[in-house]
Nanobody, 131 residues
C-alpha cells in the first residue's frame, strides 16, 4: 500500500515562496504519475501540477495555467519524493494542498489534471497567503 505524506505548508506573505514536499512509501513510484492538487473549503479539488515519466530519463512536467511560471514541480527518484516550489504566491493560492499518485503508468497527458485518475492521496498541508 502506498502512503504519501506532505510537508512544508504554512503562512506566507503575498509575493513570498514556499516549498512543499511529498514523501512516498510502500512502493517505488518513479515510473508513475504524481501530482499536486489544492482545495478550498466549499470548492472542488483543483489541479496544480503533475509529473509523468516519458521514457528513458525524461519526465514531463505539466501545470495549471494559474500557476504556470510561478510553481515548479520536481521529483527525486532516489528518495521517492515529489516537491512543489511555489514562488510569487498570491492570496488566491491559499488552500489545502494534496499530493497524489496514480497507478496508471501510461496515463496520457490530457488526463493528468483529473483527480479521479489518481489512486493515492496524502493528508494535505495548509498553505495560507496573507499579509
Amino acid at each position: 500500500q502506498v502512503q504519501l505524506v506532505e510537508s512544508g505548508g504554512g503562512l506566507v506573505q503575498p509575493g513570498g515562496s514556499l516549498r512543499l514536499s511529498c514523501a512516498a512509501s510502500g512502493r517505488a513510484l518513479d515510473n508513475y504519475p504524481m501530482g499536486w492538487f489544492r482545495q478550498d473549503p466549499g470548492k472542488e479539488r483543483e489541479f496544480v501540477a503533475s509529473t509523468r515519466w516519458n521514457g528513458g530519463y525524461a519526465y514531463g512536467k505539466y501545470y495549471a495555467n494559474s500557476v504556470k511560471g510561478r510553481f515548479t514541480i520536481s521529483r527525486d527518484i532516489a528518495e521517492n519524493t515529489v516537491s512543489l516550489q511555489m514562488n510569487s504566491l498570491k492570496p488566491e493560492d491559499s488552500a489545502v494542498y494534496y499530493c497524489a499518485a496514480s497507478n496508471t503508468r501510461g496515463l496520457i497527458v490530457g488526463l493528468l489534471s483529473n483527480s479521479e485518475n489518481y489512486d493515492y492521496w496524502g493528508q494535505g498541508t495548509q498553505v495560507t497567503v496573507s499579509s
